[in-house]
């Protein structure tokens, strides 16, 4: 099934990357993307859509559990993200992952999921940013990462104010 999104070279380049070359190189040579969260509605749009784009010659998930999904393109990779710390330091936690070009981080839970704001914090802040710093350390230029819909730090839902902590990074 074609991904009714149409999707493009992540937007956000590193600081200090030259983007618009980088992102040329990637596709002329054939993508390689990581997407973190894969499971979830977001980032399994974002998967489908990856499969499906002829400029991607690999994509690796990266999630707590194996995909119920066979590709010629995709290579899963499964971890405990329990294990941490991330403390944004750790670039060694994910040493299998290979280099890539892209990644795009959907990692992401409820209060109620996971039982308690530590719980939270852990999977929507630390998580995400452990593989941000694991890929930027590994030489990736390009990363996308969801957010949410009117994040507001100062609103109520941890959901909220945690995405809006992201967006002023």
Do not use: C, Y
């Not at 194996?66 to 403390?87: I, W």
């Not at 981080?105 to 941000?132: C, E, M, P, W, Y």
């Not at 994040?151 to 941890?158: F, L, T, V, Y």
């Amino acid at each position: 099934m074609a991904s009714p999104i149409p999707f493009a070279p992540a937007s956000t380049a590193w600081a200090g990357a030259d983007g618009a070359a980088a992102t040329a190189a990637a596709v002329a040579a054939g993508r390689t993307v990581l997407v973190a969260g894969a499971s979830g509605l977001v980032g399994r749009a974002i998967l489908q859509g990856l499969l499906a784009d002829s400029s991607v010659a690999a994509v690796h998930s990266l999630g707590r559990r194996k995909l119920p999904l066979e590709h010629s393109k995709l290579t899963q990779h499964v971890v405990d993200f329990k294990t941490g710390p991330f403390d944004g330091r750790r670039t060694g936690f994910f040493p299998s992952l290979p280099a890539v070009d892209e990644a795009f981080l959907a990692l992401g839970t409820t209060i109620k999921v996971a039982g308690s704001q530590d719980a939270f914090r852990a999977v929507d802040h630390d998580a995400n940013l452990a593989v941000a710093s694991a890929v930027r350390a590994q030489g990736t230029q390009r990363l996308g990462l969801v957010s949410a819909m009117g994040a507001d730090p100062h609103r109520g839902s941890s959901t909220t104010a945690s995405r809006a902590n992201w967006n002023r990074r």
